[in-house]
């Protein structure tokens, strides 16, 4: 256990409907990553926050997608109208200051749209 | 053109043998390198990052050679619970970590 959590663990869901899923970082860490893994695939960067601040968000981010992280502290992502390519493995990541590179992930959250 | 290649495997080994695998990355401007571990269905966790001089961790030994921008990974006397999949990771000048696809060893009785 590395300390990040992630909820829910699995979500099933019908296509066209809304999720969210929540992170919650290592607690002193300031920077928070989330990733997307498919199948037989590496985890693809999404977006990331320094503190409150989104600073950066990868072209695979479609409109359908927002994340947050309004205290600084969790972050939700969240899928709107959600389609079949989007089942995937969500994964979120936390960074202490600059004197570490390591980034601590979480369980992820397993999403499966039918 | 992916910015982190890696020979997808799998490695069939027995135990106590020695397995290497390579990865290649695009950005030669990559800052840090690292291997992580992941387990099915599981989380990635960090392995060992991987420095210029080349460092050793017990059983691993990683290897950076930045003029031909590979890395690599060796892991002698491989235990059964070595079966994983193995990720080849950078980092870029924002922190970003970009992944390769993984590298999937297991490690026969």
């Known amino acids: 256990d590395t300390g990040v959590s992630q909820d829910p663990r699995h979500k099933i869901t019908k296509r066209g409907q809304n999720v969210t899923f929540r992170c919650d970082p290592i607690?002193?860490?300031?920077?928070l990553y989330w990733y997307r893994q498919t199948l037989g695939q590496g985890p693809e960067f999404l977006t990331y926050?320094?503190?409150?601040?989104?600073?950066?968000k990868s072209r695979l981010l479609s409109d359908r997608f927002s994340a947050e992280r309004p205290k600084g502290s969790f972050s939700t992502l969240e899928i709107q109208r959600t389609e079949q390519g989007d089942s995937a493995m969500y994964l979120c990541?936390?960074?202490?200051?600059?004197?570490?590179?390591?980034?601590?992930f979480g369980p992820g959250t397993r999403l499966t749209v039918l | 053109r992916k910015e982190v290649e890696q020979d997808p495997g799998p490695f069939n080994v027995p135990e106590g043998a020695t397995v290497a695998f390579n990865c290649t990355y695009s950005n030669s401007a990559s800052q840090s390198f690292f291997w992580y571990r992941q387990d099915c269905r599981k989380e990635p966790k960090l392995l060992m990052s991987v420095y210029s001089s080349g460092n050793e961790d017990g059983r691993f030994t990683a290897q950076l050679n930045r003029a031909s921008q590979y890395i690599s990974l060796l892991i002698r006397d491989s235990k059964l619970s070595d079966s994983a999949t193995y990720l080849c990771?950078?980092?870029?000048?924002?922190?970003?970590?970009?992944f390769g696809a993984g590298t999937t060893v297991t490690v026969r009785a």
């Open positions: 990541a936390s960074r202490g200051g600059l004197s570490t590179d390591t980034q601590y």
């Open positions: 990771v950078i980092r870029s000048n924002d922190y970003k970590l970009s």
């Open positions: 607690s002193e860490h300031n920077r």
């Open positions: 926050f320094q503190n409150e601040a989104q600073l950066e």
